[in-house]
């Protein structure tokens, strides 16, 4: 082993036992300069890294540089040494800055000589891109820099560029477990708004259950009584299943809780909620589909409104048979004065109606099947006769098993109530 090689092999071993006890930036780029000056004896060196907010490389730290000119130095990609060296990949030696075509610019340097190498991962097999530059100029003895100091700076930047790399990678982990951490809050906090149990009403029962797709989802589904005990029942789903539509369908939870104290029929209740929630709808590009459906108990009649959502089912327990209860109108947000209308249903004893959010029937498979109409039938006849809360399991259960071993891609929600 040549005196250059045992050069570079003692360099990269004490930077990284130096650096494999840092956690801080700033620590790891003072270590890179320090050792910089030590090595080349120059007065000065900068380390530059992409920004890719800008496309252009900016300088985040240096030695014997003009703090202003440190602050708001700028290199687009492809321009001057910097630029041309980043998007090359390749380390550059100029030997004489008076006649290497720097113009203007090159009485900033003392000496004639200077070096720049690439900040670059690919070589380390880590990452595979570029994330700066390392700029070495004016040797305080005034020689000029060699092949192998050019060589030396390479091995160094390639070394730089794993430790940057693995911070980095450290730093997107730990962002990632925080973000892992509140999407876990917020996910708890979603199920808190959805209800416990259902109150005590007399001649329905009900059972309800969300599987969001993701940590929160944009389903939701809930159940009332007013003053004159006519309980009403919701189901809901905001377009789309991020955080933007749980907090959105948190608004829409506020909004429909707020008109509980009225005896809104259903088409009013639904105008009204479209007008208070069609402003942030827009502005997040968002919209919701609803079904709301009032018992009136003392006519033996549900009254239901249905705003492009799919539409309930209802098993018509003496005639054995499914129906379908839609009113045909446009989603929430779509315009702020949409026009909503009721229609009612006289139910009988053992009747069973059954509401779910399009995440059971688009639910799709391995091989690119949907789950549909047909299987949720096929799935209710099965255990129709049953209680509210084994016809929800066995909707959400039965999706989940359709599409495994892959996750739901939407949220599952079901809501069921039976008439007895």
Not at 187 to 196: D, E, G
């Amino acid at each position: 082993m040549n005196t250059s090689d045992q050069r570079s092999l003692d360099v990269v071993y004490s930077l990284s036992n130096a650096i494999a006890h840092m956690t801080e930036l700033n620590q790891v780029y003072d270590l890179i300069l320090d050792e910089i000056v030590r090595l080349f004896g120059v007065e000065k060196v900068s380390i530059m890294t992409y920004d890719p907010s800008i496309d252009a490389l900016r300088i985040v730290a240096a030695r014997g540089l003009d703090p202003v000119i440190q602050s708001q130095a700028v290199v687009r990609i492809g321009e001057g040494i910097s630029g041309k060296v980043f998007r090359s990949n390749e380390p550059l030696l100029i030997k004489d800055i008076q006649t290497s075509g720097l113009g203007s610019g090159s009485d900033r340097y003392k000496t004639r000589s200077l070096m720049s190498a690439p900040v670059t991962c690919f070589p380390m097999k880590v990452g595979g891109e570029s994330l700066g530059v390392i700029n070495v100029t004016d040797r305080a003895d005034g020689r000029p820099f060699t092949e192998e100091d050019l060589k030396l700076l390479t091995t160094l930047s390639t070394q730089v560029a794993s430790y940057l790399r693995i911070l980095q990678l450290s730093r997107e982990i730990a962002a990632t477990e925080q973000l892992r951490q509140q999407l876990e809050i917020a996910r708890q906090i979603q199920y808190r708004l959805l209800p416990m149990e259902p109150p005590k009403m007399e001649g329905i029962e009900v059972a309800g259950r969300v599987i969001t797709a993701e940590r929160v989802g944009g389903d939701y589904y809930d159940f009332f009584l007013s003053r004159t005990k006519r309980p009403s029942f919701v189901i809901a789903d905001v377009s789309g299943h991020s955080i933007g539509a749980a907090l959105i369908m948190a608004a829409f939870r506020s909004a429909i809780r707020s008109q509980m104290d009225t005896e809104f029929t259903p088409a009013i209740l639904v105008q009204r909620l479209n007008q208070i929630l069609y402003e942030d709808l827009f502005q997040a590009e968002q919209f919701i589909s609803m079904a709301f459906i009032k018992y009136v108990k003392s006519r033996q009649l549900i009254q239901f409104t249905n705003a492009g959502h799919p539409p309930p089912i209802i098993w018509r327990n003496n005639a054995r048979q499914f129906e379908e209860l839609l009113t045909a109108d446009p989603l929430l947000g779509i315009e702020p004065m949409s026009i909503y209308h009721d229609k009612h249903v006289v139910v009988s004893k053992g009747d069973v109606i059954v509401l779910y959010t399009d995440g059971v029937t688009e639910a799709v498979n391995a091989e690119g099947e949907r789950f549909g109409k047909t299987r949720l039938y096929e799935t209710l006849k099965k255990v129709v006769d049953q209680s509210p809360r084994t016809v929800v399991d066995a909707i959400v259960d039965s999706t989940a098993a359709f599409v495994e071993p892959l996750a739901p891609r939407d949220d599952v929600t079901a809501l069921v109530l039976k008439i007895v």
